[in-house]
């Protein structure tokens, strides 16, 4: 059901899809996976209504792994609601401080909510956990104002690839 649901999605069959997926969670509701889809189906759908509960919603936050976004927070940031979706990264970051993405998703919070010191801030912190980690540095670069320090160009331009020769 989960893999139909999937092409159905493809092939923008969009009802039939988010039926299936919830079809999927009435016979299966631990399955992660299809939930995380589900979830995520009707966020990119902007079905989650603004008033739906946490509580309602909290369940498809236990298909978020420190790999996959939150679908809860990611919902409410869709739904324009930043400071909800900055409370729950926040809440996750306890348990993974290391987790580059989350440093990321609260800075695009920040940036939104107008604080855009914080948010260079957490923008920064992603790159000395994962130097390689290019959307921390092009998020900073896309802000316009901010100047990077001699030490930060320099860990760009280690991570660079070597130019090609063209003959």
Avoid at 23 to 50: H, K, N, T, W
Avoid at 57 to 69: E, I
Avoid at 111 to 133: C, F, H, M, N
């Amino acid at each position: 059901m989960r893999l139909l649901a999937q092409i159905g999605v493809k092939l923008e069959i969009l009802d039939d899809a988010e039926f299936l997926l919830e079809s999927v969670l009435v016979f299966a509701p631990d399955y992660r996976a299809a939930r995380y889809e589900y979830a995520s189906r009707a966020r990119a759908a902007s079905q989650i209504p603004a008033g739906r509960s946490r509580r309602q919603t909290s369940s498809c936050r236990r298909a978020a792994q420190p790999c996959l976004p939150d679908p809860y927070a990611n919902a409410c940031g869709g739904l324009g609601r930043h400071d909800d979706a900055l409370q729950v990264y926040r809440e996750l970051l306890v348990a993974s401080p290391q987790a580059a993405d989350l440093h990321l998703s609260i800075a695009h919070a920040l940036k939104t909510l107008g604080r855009q010191p914080e948010a260079i801030e957490s923008y920064r912190r992603p790159p000395p956990v994962r130097p390689s980690y290019g959307d921390a540095y092009w998020s900073l670069a896309n802000l316009k104002t901010y100047r990077f320090t001699d030490e930060e160009l320099a860990r760009c331009a280690a991570r660079r690839p070597p130019r090609r020769q063209v003959s």
